[in-house]
């Protein structure tokens, strides 16, 4: 595949996986809305809270499946010492330990914090033990798919992966409505139908990879050249995961025990845009990830650099753009979606959320080259080294009579921080000048951050508080980090393959 052809493929699915996250963004919103008034406030916080404990295992599977993905694509660019078979059959081995420790895990630690930590009504606890273990199944079902899932997205079918994310979204806007019509149990029916609705899509990824990627053959054999290294790049990958899992529990704690719930409630708030906003992030990242693996095993360093700067510039203005109109306009559009009730410290802690978000964008792009090239563990371990001291150092302000937005503050510091070591780490692994990362990517990310908050400022002091000075304020965003991204971000050759988009088109 010619490096044109690449370009395309990754513009082309890149438009896909957007596509889908507007789309599933806005069901996925409605569903909530749905599920909310068809349950009641107590049947909903009851299911949140068992998928909770369930979900905070997943870290496990994630890290792995990044893994697979990483080994399916290198195997394609450089098929020298394994085939796509045998790293599809050692990915089967390794799933099923993950699935016999995830049981191990949820039926003894899961299971042990429902009974002794958990807050649910006692007339409601036999159903509530239902949930737990119908969405533990899920989870099993999500860990034997990932073979599948990282299949295709190392095929870079990313029209599929995302017809077919649409299709589980509105499947589940269907169990909505279903529900809501129920005469009978409503929590235990929505959690057997999500479960079955996980079981069709495992079915469906399961039969488009058999029936596309013939190299998937079940083969009942062991490959220890392959199993090792797999295994090893994922436990790496997990132990990055999981400080991040680590950070964002022990801040939550932390806030809890210092202020109470209260407080936690402006951090939820503010974390649901964050989470919003990763996704759009996520898709850039997803499309790019196998075109920098592939490149890499066929010893083309040019275009992974190539590829590391395009995305880390894509990455970071996609979210300048959704950021910095929420910013300017934090104050009107927290009254337009909450009301009046707006917790504390949720307009503080969204602003330094967005910029949190902003800088480590830049570092994502450096560990999907981490990645590519294997070599982990100095990498991760540094790394995570660093993420984890944010929970130390924001106890100490917090003992010290700071302020909940010390937490954030301290965040960002360390984002900062973690960004430079990066940099120097990755620089031990991969050939690329850090001079030249800085000149192409950081100075002008800073730029258009500081023009493009300047104008959008100006414009919002013009016009009155308003929905109308809110769509034109994102509208003025867009265009001029547009423009902005044009003059001052791109390179000459990424500004003449614009040029010659819009001239074919």
């Known amino acids: ?102 049981i191990l895990l949820l039926e003894t630690v899961g299971l042990w914090y429902m009974h002794n930590q958990m807050v649910i009504p006692a007339e409601r606890f036999d159903t509530a033990l239902w949930v737990y273990q119908f969405t533990a199944l899920t989870i099993i079902l999500i860990v034997m798919q990932a073979p599948y899932t990282s299949a295709i997205m190392a095929h870079e079918k990313m029209d599929t992966f995302a017809y077919i994310s649409i299709f589980e979204v509105l499947a589940k806007l269907a169990v909505a409505y279903l529900i809501s019509t129920s005469g009978g149990d409503r929590l235990f029916e929505y959690s057997l139908l999500n479960l079955s609705v996980a079981f069709i899509i495992f079915i469906i990824y399961f039969a488009y990879s058999k029936y596309n990627f013939k190299e998937l053959k079940i083969k009942f054999q062991f490959h220890k050249h392959l199993f090792k290294p797999m295994l090893s790049f994922s436990g790496w990958n997990i132990f990055g995961s999981f400080a991040y899992v680590l950070k964002a529990q022990g801040v939550n704690l932390l806030l809890n025990s210092f202020f109470g719930p209260i407080v936690n409630s402006a951090r939820g708030v503010s974390g649901m845009i964050m989470t919003a906003l990763q996704g759009f992030q996520s898709n850039v990242v997803i499309a790019f990830r196998p075109q920098i693996i592939k490149s890499y095993a066929q010893r083309d360093y040019e275009r992974v650099r190539q590829l590391m700067y395009s995305l880390s510039k894509l990455s970071f203005l996609m979210l300048a753009t959704l950021s910095i109109p929420i910013i300017i306009e934090i104050d009107y559009i927290l009254k337009l979606w909450l009301g009046d009730i707006i917790p504390d410290y949720t307009k503080s802690f969204t602003i330094l959320i967005l910029a949190n978000m902003m800088i480590a964008s830049l570092t994502t792009p450096l560990s999907q080259v981490v990645h590519a090239t294997g070599n982990m563990r100095n990498f991760q371990v540094a790394t995570s080294v660093i993420i984890c001291m944010i929970i130390p150092v924001s106890w100490i302000f917090l003992k010290l009579g700071y302020d909940p937005n010390s937490v954030y503050i301290v965040s960002l510091i360390v984002t900062i921080i973690n960004q430079i070591v990066c940099n120097y780490m990755l620089k031990r692994i991969f050939p690329y000048s850090i001079k030249e990362y800085t000149k192409a990517v950081i100075l002008p990310c800073i730029l258009l951050t500081i023009i493009v908050l300047g104008i959008t400022e100006l414009t919002k002091s013009l016009i009155q508080e308003s929905f109308v000075r809110l769509i034109v304020s994102a509208a003025v965003a867009v265009i001029s980090s547009a423009i902005t991204a044009y003059l001052v971000l791109l390179n000459k050759q990424e500004r003449g393959l614009i040029k010659k988009f819009i001239k074919k088109r």
Do not use: P
């Open 1 to 102: 595949m010619s490096k044109q052809t690449s370009n395309k493929t990754i513009a082309k699915n890149t438009l896909f996986l957007y596509f889908r996250m507007i789309l599933i963004l806005f069901v996925s919103l409605y569903t909530t809305r749905v599920v909310l008034n068809a349950l009641g406030v107590i049947d909903y916080g009851i299911n949140n809270a068992v998928a909770s404990v369930v979900t905070m295992f997943m870290f496990l599977n994630t890290s792995m499946a990044n893994g697979i993905q990483r080994f399916y694509n290198y195997t394609m660019g450089n098929s020298s010492n394994h085939n796509l078979t045998e790293v599809y059959n050692t990915a089967l081995q390794i799933q099923a330990i993950i699935s016999v420790i995830l």
